[in-house]
Nanobody, 127 residues
Framework: VQLQAFGGGLVQAGGSLRLSCAATRRGFSRYGMGWFRQVPGKEREFVAA????????LFADSVKGRFTISRDNDKMTGHLQMNSLKPEDTAVYYC?????????????????????WGQGTQVTVSS
């Protein structure tokens, strides 16, 4: 599956952005999905994950209560709603997907568990 992330931009601290991730292949509904972010010189960091039906979600402590993750399998898209943004949220954000066999409740936080990646979208939060 090919993924394309979009929706990034420049926003003031306290503002909101909604990132989207569009998939190109049917069968997306069987893929777990995640969002990661990366700043120069640092490793890619887990942000959030959602199971293939959307029944299960997981968030990094740093974004819990501020970010939500969702998906629309009919439209083959996923979303990351980011509220109360902080300057430290500034990064390139990537969406990712995997189709590994497992219980739906198991969500991955390691980038190594994801097989498919979007190209990234820049999010900049000004103070």
């Amino acid at each position: 599956v090919q993924l394309q992330a979009f929706g990034g931009g420049l926003v003031q601290a306290g503002g909101s952005l909604r990132l989207s991730c569009a998939a190109t292949r049917r069968g997306f509904s069987r893929y777990g999905m995640g969002w990661f972010r990366q700043v120069p010189g640092k490793e890619r960091e887990f942000v959030a994950a959602i199971s293939w039906s959307g029944a299960y979600t997981l968030f990094a402590d740093s974004v819990k209560g501020r970010f939500t993750i969702s998906r629309d399998n009919d439209k083959m898209t996923g979303h990351l709603q980011m509220n109360s943004l902080k300057p430290e949220d500034t990064a390139v954000y990537y969406c990712a997907a995997d189709n590994r066999l497992r219980r739906e409740s198991i969500l991955y936080t390691s980038s190594y568990e994801y097989d498919y990646w979007g190209q990234g979208t820049q999010v900049t939060v000004s103070s």
